[in-house]
């Protein structure tokens, strides 16, 4: 079985290279196994493509729901694409938390696995009780086959870069623990969009233990779910 480690997947080439994938099947090929990653394509991608998409161990697609990168996004192309999908391939959803009752029609006919990036981007600042909170653990609780992505504490709370980041984390451990055989880690490495305000990679790493303090949460969050999203195969 192969580690997941820290850093098993890599769905941030679409913000750099839009929806052409060419550089990414090239860099897993370089990782000797290690890496594969969800990519960003053309609504009207051919099942061709997909499965030359497949071939480069690439196992999910990303849809973007945020008005400042996207206007007016094809959600019946979007379902469409979802409906082409291989066994083992997933959907990789971001939007902000004020747009989850919107889109829950459309999640709710994706046929296949979906991760919410980002937690669905809440406003932590509200707490763990808060309504945005609520919402999402009724996503999370509607499907078993809903996972979630345990990032960006730099994104979500204004206080990470300069000090503890006690909202984002308090956010992260009411959910983690709840849900920890469906959530997984990442850096949201090279950042986009931050260059004035570039986050301590070290700093965020070092915020795992806070809201997975168990070993066995730790693997879970770190190894172990990553394997199952993106490895199914070798377990």
Known sequence: MRSAGLFPQCDRPGECHGTDNAATPDAIAKSDGKARSVAVVDPAISEADLAGLHEGV??????????????????????????????????????????????????DAIPVPLVIDHMDRPDVTQGPDSTEMKAFRRLLDSRED??????????????????????WNA???????????????????????????????????????RIAPAAELQRKLLVTNPMRLYWPEEL
């Open 58 to 107: 690439i196992r999910g697609i990303r849809f973007y729901f945020l008005k400042r990168l996207v206007d007016n996004a094809s959600k019946d192309k979007f379902l469409e694409v979802s409906q082409s999908l291989s066994e083992g391939w997933h959907v990789v959803i971001y939007f902000e938390a004020d747009i989850l009752e919107e889109l829950r029609p459309f999640m």
């Open 146 to 167: 809903i996972w979630f992505k345990a990032t960006c504490p730099d994104r979500l709370d204004p206080l990470v870069n300069g000090r503890r980041g006690d909202p």
């Open 171 to 209: 956010f992260a451990q009411a959910v983690a623990p709840l849900y920890q055989d469906r959530v997984i880690r990442g850096t949201d490495r090279p950042h986009p969009n931050m260059q004035d305000a570039i986050p301590d990679d070290g700093h965020l790493v070092d915020m795992i233990p």
